[in-house]
């Protein structure tokens, strides 16, 4: 092939052993009994930030939330079982691009604009490296360029340049990023490109940046759902008269648009109404997807671009009596949250629906792998090839960890965590210490998942073994990942 024939390569044949591989960011040789490549190919990454796996008809929701994402799923590979490493946005986006988690990398909090190391190896950096054009365009806050990941990009658009940082409700938003993205692809379509879309549509708050009441129209409560609301530790309902009715109501917390920090009432036609809002927004972005993919096509790039839509982490609607994820200010570990949608278009692999067990961290060294680039010894994660052409796991478990810093200001929740994870096919545990002036205390969930996929049933008394295997497992997967402060941490008494 030539220096930019961009198409890709697929031989059937088995894998061999092949040469030496080159050195990290280097174009990797072929190997020499088979291989398939999509070298010089485009890459696109595309995410909509708070997107729950489970919420996309791809991933058999009920509703009709993404028509056009569902048809991308259908012509390519839809990873069923793939996991997140926190539950927000910004240690998981790092984790995305650097193939390393969050106790590595070490971008787990955002009020103090802490910075991604100068010498840490990006994907954006390697595809640069590999003669890429690339450019971002991105929702403010947490893909903000003062976090030195997005700075990295040749172009990026960030659309706190444009708002009013001190504005919570203004995320930033797919109509203000697609368009961007579409005018820049027009431009320099012509040169190989990894180019990054991303928007907080989906993220609260739910009646914006537009509200969608198509999936419950007939709501006449009176919650204000302009704003976000949260709990941060398990919660039950409350018991009050509504009429000559009593019922039962869940206290949220939320802001006044002066800052005014309150509770509000939520009912259950509450709640139902704001997953229908959440779903409505899914529906609203899923037309700005199917413009950027109308856009490739008529730019004829649909075979010369690799295309990767996920998710950095889901949301909560009341389960355990929980609301969102406590954001930056505490962990919420359950699969509402880390199991994320991945969808992954490669021209030159059939569509196909995989269960294995898949990493964050994993998604860098894959696309390199198809790209023929080496990743860096610095990358944790593994690429997907042995689980995409053979069908052969690469995970055995999956883990998750990030700590959790007090925020002053915030009378909801200022106490500092940690919160760690593994997950296997049948069993999950999720460790979390909560660091209180005088004193601190250990929480342990043990789910078998394989029976309870919703998590609803702590079985850990009943279950010491597997317990005591997990948290081995937990404890040699920080060592192994440089993470020993957090684990004397969590084994301090």
Known sequence: MGTHARACLLILALWGTGPPPGEA????????????????????????TNLRADHLGAYGYSRSTSPNLDQLAARSLVFENAYSHASWTLPVAVSLFTSQYPFTHGLMNRENFEKLDAGAVTIIDLLKKNGYLTAAFVGDRDYGAAF??????????????????????????????????????????????????????????????????????????????????WTFKRTRPIKVRRGSEEREVYLLKTKSAEEDEFEARFYPEDVKHMVALYDGEIYNSDKWVKNVLDELKRLGLEKKTIIVF?????????????????????????DDVLRIPLIIHHP???????????????????????????????????????????????????????????????????????????????????????????????????????????ELQDVQPANETVFNDLAQRLRDWLVAIRAETYLEALQKK
């Open 148 to 229: 030195g990941l997005t700075s990295r990009f040749d172009a990026v658009f960030d659309t706190l340049t444009d708002q009013d940082p001190k504005d919570w409700k203004k995320y930033g938003v797919l109509k203000e990023t697609v368009p961007r993205a579409i005018a820049w692809l027009r431009d320099h379509y012509q040169r190989k490109f990894f180019l990054f879309i991303q928007g907080y549509d989906v993220h609260c708050p739910f009646a914006v940046p537009e509200e969608n009441r198509m999936f419950d129209p007939d709501y006449q409560g009176s919650i204000d759902f302009t704003r976000c609301y």
């Open 25 to 48: 960011g280097e174009p990797a040789p072929d190997r020499s009994a088979g291989d398939y490549l999509c070298r010089d190919s485009n890459v696109v990454f595309f995410t909509l």
């Open 310 to 334: 996920f998710s950095e982490h889901g949301d909560m609607f009341g389960k355990h009596g929980r609301f969102m994820r406590g954001g930056p200010l505490r962990g919420t570990f359950y």
């Open 348 to 454: 030159g692999l059939k569509p196909r629906r995989i269960d294995g067990l898949v990493q964050g961290v994993d998604l860098a060294p894959t696309v390199l792998s198809f790209l023929g680039i080496e990743a860096p010894p610095s990358f944790a994660g593994k690429s997907l090839e042995p689980l995409i052409l053979e069908g052969k796991p690469v995970n055995e478990y999956v883990f998750a960890g990030s700590s959790y810093s007090p925020r002053t200001t915030n009378r909801f929740f200022r106490h500092q965590s940690i919160i760690v994870s593994v997950r296997g096919r049948d069993w999950k545990l999720i460790t979390e210490k909560l660091f209180y002036p005088e004193k601190s205390e250990t929480y342990h969930e043990l789910f078998n998942v394989r029976k309870d996929p919703e």
